[in-house]
C-alpha cells in the first residue's frame, strides 16, 4: 500500500490563534458590509469564475481530498464537479430566488425582502471536504454574507485549498475564511465564536452530539442555526422490486450503501425487505459486496478505500461484533484489513435490538432487516430516532408514495437512490436536524426575510 492510502499528517499545518482568530471576524465583517452591496449579478458571476477555478483545479483538489480522508479518486475528483456544478446553479437561479415579492395589500405597495443577516459561522465535517462547504458558502456568499469556516482538523488542507480558491476567482479577500482549530478545543472555540456578536448565524454538518451542543450554545446567543445531523436511512424493498437490477455488482443498493466507504449521511442503512424476497436479495447483495474492490484509493479502480480515521474503524468495528453477538450473521466481510481498513460487510438477521439497526452506521457495513409485509417495512423503516431521508423500490409507484407518507423524513425517493440535488431542499427531520439546505430554501435559510410597506 503507498503512503497515499492514509490520510495525510495535518501537523505541518498551524492552528489558528486567539489573536487570529479575533482578525478574522473582524475583517469578514468588513468584507461582508461591503460586499452585500454587490449587486448580486455580480456576485453570481463570481460564482461562475469559482465554478471554472474548481474544474480547472479537480485533479489536484481530489488528491488533496484522497490524501486527506482517504475518499477513491474518482470519487473525489466526482465531488469537485458537483461543486462546481452546485456554483453554477446559484449563479443562474440564486437572483430569482432571492428577489423582491410584492404582496396584493391596500397599501401603495407591500413587498418581502431578503437581506442577508451577516457573517455565518460553518462548522463542517470531514467526509465531502469541498461539497459540504461549497454547498452552505455558495448560496450564503451569493445571498451577501460572509462565512467563516471550522472545518474537520483532519481535513485542513482541503479548507486552506477551498479559501484559497475563492479568492482565486476573484472573491474580495477575507469574505470566506477558515479556522484551524486544534481538536481538543473545539468545544470551547465553537462555543465562545457562536457566542461572538460578529457571528449573526451557525451551520453546522455532524453528529447529534455536536448538533445538540451548537444548538444549546446558539440558543443562548438567539442565533439562526441549520443542522444536518446523522441518519439511518431506510431503504425498503417491496415483493414486486426487480431484485436482480436492485442488488446486482452494480445495483443501486450498493451504490447507495457503499458510496464514500459508507461514510455518508445519506447512503442507505437499514435495507428493510419484504420476506418473500429477502433470500434473493440477501444472496445477490452478499455477491455484489464481496466482489467490491479494496485498494489504494489514488488507483481509479479501487471502489473502497481506508476509512478516515482509525477510530472511525474502531467504531464500525463494535457495532458488528456486537450485533453479531446478539444474533445477525456475516454473510460478507465482518473484519479489519489492513491499517485503516474495514472489509465490505454484509450482515443479516438483523434486528431493531442491534446496533447496525439501532445507532448510524458510517462505514462500509450494510445490513438487511426481513419484513413481514410492506406495513411492517414502514413500521421498521419509522423505528428509529433519524428522519433524514428514505427510499422505496416497488413496480407500483403510487403505493411507494402512499406508504412513504407514513415515513417521516426530510427526502422521499421512490425507485431512485437517495441523493442531494441542488435544485431540490436538502435536511432532516427528528434527530437528523432542522433547515435546509440547497434550493431556493437554502438560500433563503441565512436572510432576513423583511416586510416592506410603503403607505
Known amino acids: 500500500m503507498t503512503a497515499l492510502a492514509t490520510p495525510t499528517d495535518i501537523a505541518a499545518i498551524e492552528t489558528t490563534t486567539p489573536m487570529e482568530t479575533d482578525r478574522i471576524l473582524t475583517a469578514a465583517q468588513h ?26 483545479n479537480a485533479d489536484e483538489y481530489g488528491a488533496l481530498i484522497t490524501r486527506e480522508m482517504g475518499k477513491p479518486i474518482g470519487e473525489a ?39 442577508p443577516v451577516g457573517t455565518v459561522l460553518a462548522i463542517m465535517p470531514w467526509n465531502f471536504p469541498f461539497w459540504q462547504v461549497i454547498r452552505f458558502a455558495a448560496p450564503a456568499l451569493l445571498a451577501g454574507n460572509a462565512g467563516v469556516v471550522k472545518h474537520a482538523a483532519s481535513v485542513s488542507g482541503c479548507a486552506l485549498a477551498i479559501e484559497q480558491a475563492f479568492v482565486t476567482a476573484g472573491f474580495p479577500a477575507n469574505l470566506l475564511r477558515a479556522l484551524i482549530v486544534d481538536e481538543s478545543v473545539v468545544s470551547s472555540v465553537v462555543d465562545g465564536l457562536i457566542a461572538d456578536p460578529r457571528i449573526a448565524a451557525v451551520t453546522l454538518t455532524g453528529s447529534n452530539r455536536a448538533g445538540a451542543a451548537v444548538a444549546a450554545s446558539a440558543g443562548r446567543a438567539i442565533k439562526k442555526t441549520v443542522l444536518e445531523l446523522g441518519g439511518s436511512d431506510p431503504f425498503i424493498v417491496l415483493a414486486d422490486a426487480d431484485i436482480a437490477a ?15 466507504g459508507g461514510q455518508s449521511c445519506l447512503s442507505a ?24 474492490r479494496v485498494g489504494d484509493p489514488m488507483d481509479p479502480s479501487t471502489q473502497i478505500g481506508p476509512m478516515a480515521r482509525p477510530d472511525l474503524v474502531d467504531a464500525i468495528e463494535r457495532q458488528v461484533d456486537e450485533s453479531v453477538a446478539l444474533g445477525a450473521r456475516v ?36 445490513v438487511v432487516i426481513r419484513a413481514r409485509d410492506a406495513d ?30 407514513r415515513i417521516t423524513s426530510g427526502a422521499l425517493f421512490i425507485n431512485a437512490v437517495v441523493a442531494s440535488d441542488p435544485r431540490m431542499p436538502f435536511g432532516g427531520t427528528k434527530s437528523s436536524g432542522y433547515g435546509r439546505e440547497l434550493s431556493a430554501e437554502g438560500i433563503r435559510e441565512f436572510t432576513n426575510t423583511r416586510t416592506v410597506w410603503v403607505a
Open 31 to 56: 468584507a461582508q458590509r461591503a460586499w452585500r452591496s454587490v449587486p448580486i449579478e455580480h456576485r453570481a458571476q463570481l460564482l461562475r469564475q469559482l465554478a471554472q477555478v474548481l474544474r480547472e
Open 376 to 405: 411492517h417495512a414502514v413500521a421498521l423503516a419509522e423505528s428509529s430516532e433519524y428522519g433524514l431521508a428514505a427510499s422505496i423500490w416497488t413496480a407500483d409507484v403510487q403505493r411507494g408514495l402512499d406508504l412513504g407518507a
Open 77 to 115: 475528483v466526482g465531488e469537485v464537479e458537483k461543486s462546481a456544478l452546485t456554483c453554477e446553479y446559484y449563479a443562474d437561479h440564486g437572483p430569482a430566488a432571492l428577489a423582491d415579492r410584492d404582496v396584493d395589500t391596500p397599501a401603495a405597495r407591500s413587498y418581502v425582502t431578503q437581506e
Open 269 to 292: 442503512k437499514r435495507f428493510i425487505v419484504e420476506e418473500s424476497v429477502a433470500d434473493e436479495f440477501e444472496s445477490r447483495l452478499a455477491e455484489a459486496v464481496a466482489s467490491l
Open 331 to 366: 454473510v460478507a466481510g465482518g473484519r479489519r484489513g489492513p491499517e485503516g481498513y474495514y472489509a465490505p460487510t454484509l450482515l443479516v438477521d438483523v434486528t431493531p435490538a442491534m446496533p447496525v439497526f439501532a445507532e448510524e452506521t458510517f462505514g462500509p457495513v450494510a
Open 246 to 260: 436492485l442488488a446486482g455488482p452494480d445495483g443501486p443498493a450498493v451504490r447507495s450503501r457503499f458510496l464514500n
